[in-house]
């Protein structure tokens, strides 16, 4: 059984810093691509970033510069580090597991993915 957790979430002022982590169990973590997806209210979910078994990195635009999501294969661990955070980053965030398996594969769409965790609440203030 897969499981993927969040943590991290909180209350930020804007221009503050977050850091997410996501812990997978119940799948080989180091042969999965890893991605971080959003969803606001009244909003779809959105993607925020990914990361290849490779360890290389893609980021929605808007995200670019401010945010860097790393793993930690030892500890079955994806990490979303967010700085200078805005108020419309307000969102619930969720962790994903890919269905590519391949080295580089940087997958951005949700249908690219089929494991998800329960997602952690993330609220900017201005």
């Known amino acids: 059984q897969v499981q993927l957790v969040e943590s991290g979430g909180g209350l930020v002022q804007a221009g503050g810093s977050l850091r997410l982590s996501c812990i997978v169990s119940?799948?080989?973590?180091?042969?999965?691509?890893m991605g971080w997806f959003r969803q606001a209210p009244g909003r779809e979910r959105e993607f925020v970033g990914t990361i290849a078994r490779s360890h290389d990195t893609d980021y929605k635009d808007s995200v670019k510069g401010r945010f860097t999501i790393s793993r930690e294969n030892a500890k079955n661990t994806v990490y979303l580090q967010m700085n200078t955070l805005k108020p419309e980053d307000t969102a619930v965030y969720y962790c994903?597991?890919?269905?590519?398996?391949?080295?580089?594969?940087?997958?951005?769409?949700?249908?690219?993915?089929?494991?998800w965790g329960q997602g952690t609440q993330v609220t900017v203030s201005s």
């Open positions: 119940g799948r080989t973590f180091s042969n999965t691509a």
């Open positions: 994903a597991a890919a269905k590519d398996q391949s080295l580089y594969g940087l997958p951005r769409h949700i249908a690219e993915y089929d494991y």
